[in-house]
């Protein structure tokens, strides 16, 4: 599968999950909402891996992105500022061990890498516009900038673990 098909349909993934998830957590359906947002992250991640990492290490790198996301949404609640620092700084580690996890690095080899940087901002940027605009009453146009950031992060995250796992 192309890098492009393959990003798009993890995008698709993830932000079907994502938004089905804050649906669900509205309305105060918060242990449903927590188990599709670990199911639809597993299967995200699933999707995006060449090479599936083994059961456990899949469901730990799922949940502790859940959790990230859960966490980010409460601060929310209070600081959209403190919650968007927040959710560049934990998806900056959690993508970091992500990707060195299934390209089989040691897990913060490569900390400081300027994609990485990028695409996480990407994805810190998108969820905070698409929380902001969903609250406003914009959940569309919000769903719309947070699949445009997610779907850069993937191209640009996919060609980093597919340079990973290629190295020797």
Known sequence: MKIFD???FVTLTELLTLIVWLFLLSAGHGAIAAAILVTGLTIE???ASRNIPPFLELLGVSASESAIWIIWKVIANSSPITAFIFL????F???NVELNSFARKPLFSRLLDRRVTLFTALEAVGGAVWLALTNLGHAAIGGAIL???LQLEHQIQARKLAELQDEV
């Open 93 to 95: 580690i959690q993508h």
């Open 6 to 8: 393959r990003t798009l």
């Open 147 to 149: 699949g445009v950031g």
């Open 45 to 47: 991640h699933i999707i």
């Open 88 to 91: 560049f700084v934990t998806m």
